[in-house]
């Protein structure tokens, strides 16, 4: 094993074994061996698929398998369907469930020549009850929920890229807890076909990195684009504490408000911004949405499997049992709201400034931690780039997010770009 290949970046990886400087057999051992060396502690798989990564890394290196991710090992977080995997959305009531086709996200990652290594721990159905990973950077702290398995997997080296998904905070809290880059894209930017629903109008797929190059070249890959390294662009930052202020810790208020110093003093405008009163509301707004969506969605195994759910995960689907319909498109019509208000929010700002999460990951793991800064960007439909950097007083990570207007993902990330780095240290 060459350790030193576990840290290279994807972009990197991809274009050595292009130029034959490496080969994609060398990168995926060093993978495999990594990860046999460290899962038994961070326990981030559900299986891995040594025998068929290795047939295709083998068809990348005999130039039978070419595109901009030819090469790079890829986590699969486990609700996403895979032909040649099982898939049990971490439910037992799916255990040894093998799906006919693979989910729209994971076709168009290997179409690009992706080498998808295996499927990673996901809370049971995305949602409530936590699997068994652990945080890297220390086993008795939560790595975060619902993509637990991608991005401790991303964190610890085992594969650069690693697929998550996020309804509420499930894609930047986990980010944040394990100290990488990870984007959630626009709602509704990237197909969810294939992926088990929980909540229609929420469910974005997202990905985790170590850097924001190859957050832009896991979006290029899927969208069919060239990609070329992120141009940064120093942006205008309206700095945001948000509604939810008073639930930060400490470690989260030192990261937010040294950042933002940081970024005023390399040359962006930074302005402290308050947010409209209806935003007062959006968080409660997102839980109505999502678990009205989720009881329906899981109708099915709430019906027929009701006694192999968690308990935890049966009392959110009674809770949004008794959400009427009317209540429910009162719900809709204040996130509608809370969408026109966005052009007054970012009027003459770029990029705004906010917590990740609370602070550094809890400690144990019957608990993924509160997704409270997340909740409100994941109803809005809002692009975010989680940015490492910041260490709490516990020596764990403490991530900030830059979020963008709807749509405006490829420009978050040359902001984003241009602020790496930039995240203050504790």
């Known amino acids: 094993m060459r350790p030193a290949?576990?840290?290279?970046?994807?972009?990197?990886?991809a274009a050595a074994i292009r130029d034959?400087?490496?080969?994609?057999?060398?990168?995926?051992?060093?993978?495999?061996?990594h990860i046999a060396e460290r899962d038994g502690v961070v326990r981030a798989w559900v299986v891995v698929d040594e025998a068929g990564?290795?047939?295709?890394?083998?068809?990348?290196?005999?130039?039978?398998?070419?595109?901009?991710?030819?090469?790079?090992?890829?986590?699969?977080?486990?609700i996403m369907d895979t032909a040649d995997l099982p898939t049990s959305y971490g439910s037992p009531i799916y255990d040894g469930h093998r799906p006919t086709a693979d989910a729209s996200c994971v076709a168009l990652a290997r179409a690009a020549g992706a080498i998808v290594v295996g499927k990673t721990v996901t809370t049971e159905f995305?949602?409530?009850?936590?699997?068994?990973?652990?945080?890297?950077?220390?086993?008795?702290?939560?790595?975060?929920?619902?993509?637990?398995?991608?991005?401790?997997?991303?964190?610890?080296?085992?594969?650069?890229?690693?697929?998550?998904?996020?309804?509420?905070?499930?894609?930047?809290?986990?980010?944040?807890?394990?100290?990488?880059?990870?984007?959630?894209?626009?709602?509704?930017?990237?197909?969810?076909?294939?992926?088990?629903p929980v909540a229609q109008s929420l469910d974005t797929i997202g990905w985790f990195a170590r850097c924001v190059d190859d957050l832009a070249l896991m979006r290029a890959a899927l969208l069919g684009e060239a990609f070329a390294t992120v141009e940064p662009k120093p942006p205008r930052i309206g700095l945001c504490r948000t509604p939810e202020w008073p639930q930060a810790h400490p470690e989260s208020v030192e990261a937010l408000e040294a950042t933002a110093a940081n970024l005023a003093a390399s040359g962006a405008r930074v302005r402290e911004i308050v947010l409209p009163q209806i935003f007062s509301t959006l968080a409660e707004v997102q839980m109505t949405i999502m678990f009205y969506e989720a009881?329906?969605?899981?109708?099915?195994?709430?019906?027929?499997?009701?006694?192999?759910?968690?308990?935890?995960?049966?009392a959110r689907l009674e809770e949004g049992g008794t959400t009427s319909v009317d209540d429910y498109e009162e719900a809709q019509a204040r996130a509608?709201?809370?969408?026109?208000?966005?052009?007054?929010?970012?009027?003459?700002?770029?990029?705004?400034?906010?917590?990740?999460?609370p602070g550094e990951a809890?400690?144990?793991?019957?608990?993924t931690g509160d997704p409270i800064f997340n909740r409100v960007w994941s109803l809005l439909g809002t692009p975010c780039v989680n940015l490492p950097g910041h260490v709490g007083r516990h020596g764990l990570p403490v991530g900030v997010q830059f979020v963008a207007l709807l749509g405006a993902?490829?420009?978050l990330l040359s902001y984003a770009k241009w602020a790496e780095g930039r995240v203050a240290r504790g």
Do not use: Y
Request: aromatic letters at 4%; a positive charge; charged letters at 20%.
């Open 409 to 411: 993902d490829r420009a």
């Open 53 to 78: 990564a290795r047939a295709r890394a083998q068809e990348v290196d005999r130039g039978e398998v070419r595109g901009p991710l030819a090469g790079v090992p890829i986590a699969v977080k486990d």
């Open 20 to 33: 034959r400087r490496l080969s994609a057999e060398e990168v995926l051992e060093s993978s495999l061996a």
């Open 362 to 367: 809890p400690e144990g793991l019957a608990s």
């Open 295 to 314: 009881h329906r969605a899981l109708a099915w195994e709430r019906i027929v499997h009701g006694d192999r759910l968690s308990p935890g995960l049966r």
């Open 336 to 357: 509608a709201a809370g969408r026109m208000a966005l052009d007054e929010v970012f009027d003459g700002i770029d990029v705004l400034l906010a917590p990740s999460a």
């Open 126 to 196: 995305a949602n409530h009850t936590p699997g068994p990973t652990t945080n890297p950077h220390n086993a008795r702290h939560t790595p975060g929920g619902s993509s637990s398995g991608s991005a401790a997997a991303v964190a610890d080296f085992h594969v650069p890229l690693g697929f998550g998904t996020q309804t509420a905070g499930s894609v930047i809290r986990p980010a944040s807890f394990c100290g990488i880059a990870a984007f959630k894209p626009s709602f509704n930017r990237h197909a969810v076909a294939g992926v088990k």
């Open 5 to 13: 290949l576990l840290r290279l970046s994807a972009w990197e990886i």
